[in-house]
């Protein structure tokens, strides 16, 4: 990912919807608002305000700088490995469909490896790790899980380096610039609104 | 049927009888031997212009990726989609309409609506192009947008508003004559992803493809300054008469008078 991508992608995008957002907020009752709880807010249950699409894609774009780092890629290991290999079969097996993911949301997006929580309640339950794609500004949040992971797949993540070639964009992404030291920080912070293993309810 | 819109080139060959026997799927209720059926795909169909033609506001390069990438992978991928199933054969037009499906789009949309959108952007510019439009069109102008300068405003803030990937399109569409005094005018629209004015009954006469992909390499995030280049410099007023001489087919742009005795809403 060149320096000149991160000139426009950093300094340009990121900072316009930054930009644009506070003057959307500016002397509004928002002002004040955690961004997460301003994106939520603003999603509106589907019936997005005006300050959606920028509170999200500065949201996304914070988050998704963390996900990266020079020498990262390769594989996960401890806790996050286990719950991949757990919930995926193998860690090839959610590479695989991460990558698919990322490849077909058509159009602007993003594709997020997060944790979601269990459903149901009186049987054996426990949250799980899932692959999903938003379109746009829209991520996970919203639909009340936990982001771990994300790639940009808005063309200009990856246009000025790789042009129409996406695929090659998101392997390199896995391969070389992932941060699972940050994934691993981020699922400790999820397991305090979500139990990742086997629970059993003793009936009440 | 707006074939003439639709510029794919369909290949419709005679074959000879031995494939008559081998595919019975294509001999339903007609068995007769003059019957020829006919087997089709979408080719991508040159640039009406060279590739470098349109620098220094669109480069060749950005030509090299955007038609000889984008452009043919959606048109490769729609028929490998459609090979083999009574989708064969649809005019492009029809087929993204069929695709659209009222709103849950099948398989195939995205890459229909795409490649029909295409085609129409690559006609819709052209070098040494933008100006101001002469005669009907821009009387029509006029008329529905106050002012060339107004529509310009307008379409380049629909341009540039359209957030993520998409389309600003002109469009004839029909108008209720009780409201308007008309029967039909000229508005502007901007459409996500694939979609295009078709799905909803208009006549596109202008687009162009806000897509990241067709300004990056030129413009990089300034895509206001991509979308002035391309009105002032590209759009091919040319095409856009000829196209609202054809939507005349199906709209009537011009006053009609409905005195109140003679009409009344039941």
Not at chain 1, 121 to 147: C, M, Q, R, S, W
Not at chain 2, 68 to 92: A, C, F, P, S, W
Not at chain 2, 136 to 143: K, P, S
Request: hydrophobic share 35%; proline share 5%; with cysteine.
């Amino acid at each position: 990912m060149s320096k000149q991508t991160l000139e426009f992608h950093w300094g340009k995008h990121h900072r316009a919807y930054v930009d644009n957002l506070n003057k959307q907020i500016k002397g509004t009752e928002l002002e004040g608002l955690q961004l997460g709880d301003l994106v939520k807010h603003a999603y509106n249950n589907g019936n997005p305000t005006a300050y959606f699409n920028n509170a999200g894609q500065a949201w996304n774009h914070d988050f998704f700088w963390e996900s990266l780092k020079p020498g990262g890629g390769k594989k996960p290991t401890g806790e996050v490995l286990h719950l991949i290999e757990r919930d995926f079969g193998s860690f090839e097996a959610f590479a695989d469909e991460f990558k698919q993911a990322a490849a077909t949301q058509f159009g602007s997006g993003w594709a997020w490896l997060v944790g979601i929580p269990a459903g149901s309640h009186g049987e054996d339950k426990f949250g799980k790790l899932a692959i999903e794609k938003t379109k746009d500004a829209v991520n996970p949040l919203v639909l009340g899980h936990y982001p771990l992971l994300t790639i940009d797949v808005w063309e200009h993540a990856y246009y000025l380096d790789y042009q129409n070639r996406r695929p090659d964009y998101i392997s390199t992404f896995i391969d070389e610039l992932i941060s699972w030291e940050a994934v691993t920080a981020r699922l400790e912070q999820a397991k305090a609104t979500i139990n990742f293993y086997d629970v059993k309810m003793s009936s009440i | 049927m707006a074939t003439a819109t639709c510029s794919s080139i369909l290949r419709a060959t005679p074959w000879p009888s031995q494939i008559l026997s081998s595919s019975p799927s294509l001999r339903k209720g007609n068995t007769r031997s003059s019957y020829r059926p006919i087997m089709m795909e979408f080719h991508l169909r040159p640039l009406p212009f060279e590739m470098d033609a349109l620098e220094p506001y669109m480069s060749k390069q950005t030509l090299e990726f955007h038609w000889g990438k984008h452009h043919r992978t959606y048109v490769d991928n729609l028929n490998k989609q459609i090979k083999g199933t009574e989708l064969e054969g649809m005019q492009l037009d029809e087929l993204l309409k069929h695709g659209y499906n009222n709103g849950n789009p099948t398989a195939y949309f995205n890459n229909a609506g795409q490649a029909w959108n295409h085609d129409f952007f690559w006609e819709s510019i052209k070098p040494g192009g933008g100006k101001k439009p002469t005669g009907e069109v821009l009387h029509l102008i006029e008329r529905d947008f106050g002012s060339f300068e107004a529509f310009v405003d307008e379409f380049k803030q629909a341009a540039a508003t359209q957030f993520g990937s998409g389309w600003a399109w002109l469009v004839g569409m029909p108008t209720d004559p009780l409201v308007e005094n008309k029967f039909g005018k000229l508005a502007i629209e901007k459409t996500p992803n694939a979609l295009n004015p078709l799905i909803v009954g208009h006549v596109p006469l202008l687009t162009i493809d806000v897509w990241e992909h067709a300004y990056y390499l030129d413009y990089q995030n300034r895509r206001p300054d991509y979308i002035s280049t391309v009105i002032n410099e590209l759009i091919s007023w040319e095409v856009v008469t000829a196209r609202l001489e054809r939507a005349k087919a199906t709209i009537n742009f011009y006053d009609v008078v409905v005195p109140d005795d003679q009409y009344k809403y039941k």
